[in-house]
C-alpha cells in the first residue's frame, strides 16, 4: 500500500480482482475454494492493518523501512497459516458407521499439528515470497505504479516453473502407482490395496503432523510396500504378509527396496520400503506408519465389529511390533471415519 490506502479499499479492490480472476476457472467448471478464497482475503485484510502504521507522518522511509516491511511480511505469513489450519481443523468429516473406538483428539493438539504442518510448509517458499513482496512495495513507493508490471515479470516466470515441476511430479506419482499396481495384476495382493494404504499412511503422517516433503515419501513407500511380494512363486492368500515368518517378510521387503531403487525413486523411499519388516524402533517414520496401515488394511473388514478387532490387534502390539504413537493415530484417523473407517474401499 504504497499510497497509505484505508484497509477496507484495499480488501475491496482486491475482491474485485479475485472475482474477476475466477469467471474463467467458474466458466470451466471449476470452482474456486471457498475456505481458500476466505482465507485469502483475512489475511490480506490483516496485511493491510498492520501496514497502517508505516504510513503514519513518522514512520521510516526507505530503506529503513525494510525491516517494518519485513515484519509485516512474517506475520502474515502466520496468520496465513493459522488461519488454514483452523479451516483443515473445522472442515466436517464423515461420520463413522459405528460408534469411534477411540475419541477424537482434543482441539488444541490437532491444531497445533495442523499449525506445525502450514509453517512448515512455508520454510522453503515462504521467505523469497515475503523478500519479494517487501520489494514491491519499495519499488512501487519509488516508481509509482509502473514499477508492478516489471517487478511482477520474475513472479509469473517462478509461477510458470512450478506449474511445470507439478506437472513433473504428477506423472512421476502416475509412474509409482502404475509400478504398485503390478501386485495387484500378477495376483499378489488385492485390488486397491496398495491405493488404501497409501492413503490410510497419508492421513496418518497428517495427523502426525508431517512435513511436505515427508509426506511426499511416505506416499510412495506405501505405495511400493508389496513391490517385493513379485518375487514369490506362490503369491500368498489374500497378499497378506503378517502370517509369514520374520525371515521371509523382512526378505521380501529387502528385494521390494531393490525394486524400488531400480525404479529411480529417492532413497527415503526405497529404506522405507526394505525396513517395514525391520522392528518398529530401527525404522523411519514412513516405514513405521505403512506397516501399520499395511496390517490394519490386511486385518480390517466390511464391518464394524471387524474394524474394532483389526485396531485391537495393532494395540496389543504396539510398542512390540508396532510404534504406540502411529498406532494411536491410525486410530483416530479411523474414528473420524474419513479413510480405513467400516465400509469404506
Same mark, same amino acid.
Given at each position: 500500500?504504497?499510497?497509505?490506502?484505508? !484497509?477496507?479499499q484495499?480488501?475491496?479492490?482486491v475482491?474485485a480482482g479475485?472475482? !474477476?480472476?475466477a469467471?474463467?476457472?467458474?466458466?470451466?467448471?471449476r470452482?474456486?475454494?471457498?475456505?481458500?478464497?476466505?482465507?485469502?482475503?483475512?489475511t490480506?485484510?490483516?496485511?493491510?492493518?498492520?501496514a497502517?502504521p508505516l504510513? +503514519?507522518?513518522?514512520?521510516?522511509?526507505?530503506?529503513?523501512?525494510?525491516p517494518a /516491511?519485513?515484519?509485516v511480511?512474517? *506475520?502474515?505469513?502466520l496468520c496465513d497459516?493459522?488461519?488454514t489450519?483452523l479451516?483443515?481443523?473445522?472442515?466436517p468429516a =464423515?461420520?463413522?458407521?459405528?460408534?469411534?473406538?477411540?475419541a477424537?483428539?482434543?482441539?488444541?493438539p490437532?491444531?497445533?499439528?495442523?499449525?506445525?504442518?502450514?509453517?512448515?510448509?512455508?520454510r522453503?517458499?515462504? =521467505?523469497a515470497v515475503? +523478500?519479494?513482496?517487501?520489494?514491491?512495495?519499495?519499488?512501487?513507493?519509488?516508481?509509482?505504479?509502473?514499477?508492478?508490471?516489471? @517487478?511482477c515479470v520474475?513472479l509469473?516466470?517462478?509461477r @510458470?516453473? *512450478?506449474?511445470?515441476?507439478d506437472?513433473?511430479?504428477?506423472?512421476?506419482?502416475?509412474?509409482?502407482?502404475?509400478? +504398485?499396481?503390478?501386485?495387484?495384476?500378477?495376483g499378489?495382493t488385492?485390488?486397491?490395496?496398495?491405493?488404501r494404504v497409501?492413503? @490410510?499412511? /497419508?492421513?496418518?503422517?497428517?495427523?502426525l503432523?508431517?512435513?511436505?516433503d515427508?509426506l511426499?515419501?511416505?506416499?510412495?513407500?506405501a505405495?511400493l510396500?508389496?513391490?517385493?511380494?513379485?518375487?514369490l512363486?506362490d503369491p500368498v492368500p489374500?497378499?497378506a504378509?503378517?502370517? @509369514?515368518?520374520?525371515?521371509?517378510?523382512?526378505r521380501?521387503?529387502?528385494?521390494?527396496?531393490?525394486v524400488?531403487?531400480? +525404479?529411480g525413486?529417492?532413497?527415503a523411499?526405497a529404506?522405507?520400503?526394505?525396513?517395514?519388516?525391520?522392528p518398529?524402533?530401527?525404522?523411519?517414520?514412513?516405514?513405521?506408519?505403512?506397516?501399520?496401515a499395511?496390517?490394519?488394511?490386511?486385518?480390517r473388514?466390511?464391518?464394524?465389529?471387524?474394524?474394532?478387532?483389526?485396531l485391537?490387534?495393532?494395540?496389543?502390539?504396539?510398542?512390540?511390533?508396532?510404534?504406540?504413537?502411529?498406532v494411536?493415530?491410525?486410530?483416530?484417523?479411523v474414528?473420524?471415519?474419513?479413510?480405513?473407517?467400516?465400509g469404506t474401499?
Amino acid at each position: 500500500m504504497p499510497g497509505g490506502q484505508p !484497509a477496507p479499499q484495499v480488501v475491496a479492490v482486491v475482491l474485485a480482482g479475485a472475482l !474477476a480472476g475466477a469467471v474463467p476457472h467458474i466458466a470451466r467448471g471449476r470452482v474456486p475454494d471457498p475456505d481458500r478464497t476466505a482465507v485469502r482475503l483475512l489475511t490480506l485484510a490483516f496485511a493491510a492493518l498492520c501496514a497502517q502504521p508505516l504510513h +503514519a507522518p513518522h514512520a521510516p522511509t526507505g530503506p529503513r523501512q525494510v525491516p517494518a /516491511l519485513l515484519g509485516v511480511l512474517a *506475520l502474515t505469513a502466520l496468520c496465513d497459516a493459522a488461519l488454514t489450519a483452523l479451516t483443515r481443523r473445522a472442515r466436517p468429516a =464423515p461420520r463413522p458407521a459405528a460408534p469411534p473406538p477411540t475419541a477424537p483428539p482434543p482441539l488444541a493438539p490437532r491444531y497445533a499439528a495442523l499449525l506445525r504442518q502450514e509453517v512448515r510448509r512455508m520454510r522453503g517458499a515462504g =521467505p523469497a515470497v515475503c +523478500a519479494t513482496g517487501a520489494v514491491l512495495a519499495l519499488g512501487v513507493a519509488a516508481a509509482g505504479l509502473w514499477a508492478l508490471p516489471v @517487478l511482477c515479470v520474475p513472479l509469473l516466470l517462478a509461477r @510458470l516453473a *512450478l506449474r511445470r515441476r507439478d506437472a513433473v511430479r504428477r506423472t512421476y506419482r502416475q509412474t509409482v502407482a502404475s509400478l +504398485a499396481r503390478a501386485t495387484e495384476v500378477a495376483g499378489h495382493t488385492p485390488p486397491g490395496h496398495a491405493h488404501r494404504v497409501a492413503a @490410510l499412511s /497419508l492421513a496418518v503422517g497428517r495427523e502426525l503432523g508431517l512435513p511436505a516433503d515427508e509426506l511426499a515419501v511416505l506416499e510412495y513407500a506405501a505405495l511400493l510396500h508389496d513391490i517385493g511380494q513379485l518375487s514369490l512363486v506362490d503369491p500368498v492368500p489374500g497378499g497378506a504378509t503378517a502370517p @509369514l515368518p520374520d525371515a521371509e517378510r523382512r526378505r521380501i521387503a529387502l528385494l521390494g527396496g531393490a525394486v524400488a531403487r531400480q +525404479a529411480g525413486v529417492p532413497a527415503a523411499v526405497a529404506v522405507a520400503v526394505e525396513r517395514q519388516a525391520a522392528p518398529y524402533r530401527g525404522q523411519p517414520t514412513a516405514a513405521r506408519i505403512v506397516r501399520a496401515a499395511n496390517a490394519y488394511d490386511e486385518l480390517r473388514g466390511r464391518t464394524a465389529p471387524e474394524t474394532l478387532r483389526a485396531l485391537e490387534h495393532l494395540r496389543h502390539g504396539a510398542g512390540r511390533d508396532y510404534d504406540p504413537a502411529v498406532v494411536e493415530s491410525l486410530a483416530r484417523v479411523v474414528a473420524r471415519g474419513r479413510v480405513g473407517g467400516p465400509g469404506t474401499g
